[in-house]
């Protein structure tokens, strides 16, 4: 790193830079259009407040003329993507004038709230998209039916993904016409799901339904196979599937 007269230090021109309050920024690449600006490799209030408040200040200094060429930026919990127009700016003349504005401070603005959304998928009202899937997969195949009862796929306990509904629905259309008809029936459609097996990494699948239950706040809407465990049987299940799934 070079240095200047007086022993100044010359600007980060890509990693990491530090900020008046040492926190490590990064700054990545993401194309010729657009960087990021990380704040940390973990979600916290703390984080999240800082990228609104970069958000907000990139937001004032537009809105004052400067930063000609700087599209959007758009934030997520741990950092701000910056797009720019390559015609117009670059990455060397918007770096650091973002800098600048992490290096004087971010004044975090407004209240922060929790907002609880309940999900539960383990009941057909709860999850009415899956006959929709089903339907909608049966005319992407051109499947010929009269099929008023989706049950065997809205309620099967294997938590099909829309691509597991796909296979099911042709394996049906196979099995009516191995048995010389052109239609698929109720009949098919029940005997091929209850045969149905995921083709996908049930280890991860659990491990990842375990992490979702371990950080819900409500218990009463967790699914029923979760519900009576504790965060310590959760925990433990958890760290017995870790190695199997990393």
């Not at 699948?205 to 371990?214: F, H, K, M, N």
């Amino acid at each position: 790193m070079k240095h200047g007269k007086g022993g100044a230090r010359a600007r980060p021109s890509s990693g990491e830079a530090p900020t008046a309050s040492n926190v490590r920024v990064r700054y990545l690449s993401c194309g010729d259009t657009a960087f990021t600006v990380e704040f940390a490799n973990e979600v916290s209030p703390d984080i999240n407040g800082r990228v609104i408040a970069l958000h907000a200040a990139i937001g004032r200094a537009r809105a004052a003329g400067q930063l000609a060429g700087l599209v959007e930026t758009v934030p997520t919990m741990r950092s701000l993507m910056v797009t720019y127009d390559p015609l117009l700016t670059s990455r060397a003349t918007l770096q650091p004038a973002i800098e600048g504005m992490i290096e004087h401070g971010l004044a975090t603005e407004g209240s922060s709230r929790d907002v609880t959304i309940p999900c539960c998928y383990d009941d057909p009202d709860f999850a009415p998209d899956l006959q929709e899937i089903a339907e909608a997969m049966a005319s992407k195949n051109k499947l010929q039916h009269k099929i008023t009862d989706w049950t065997p796929i809205t309620l099967s306990p294997l938590h099909l993904s829309g691509a597991d509904i796909e296979s099911i629905i042709i394996r049906a259309r196979r099995a009516a016409r191995q048995d010389g008809r052109g239609e698929v029936t109720a009949a098919d459609l029940k005997k091929v799901a209850e045969e149905f097996t995921p083709a996908r990494d049930e280890l991860a699948v659990e491990y990842q339904e375990l992490v979702a239950a371990r950080e819900a706040t409500s218990r009463a809407m967790l699914p029923a196979r979760f519900r009576d465990l504790s965060s310590a049987e959760l925990s433990r299940r958890i760290e017995e599937l870790r190695p199997h799934v990393r």
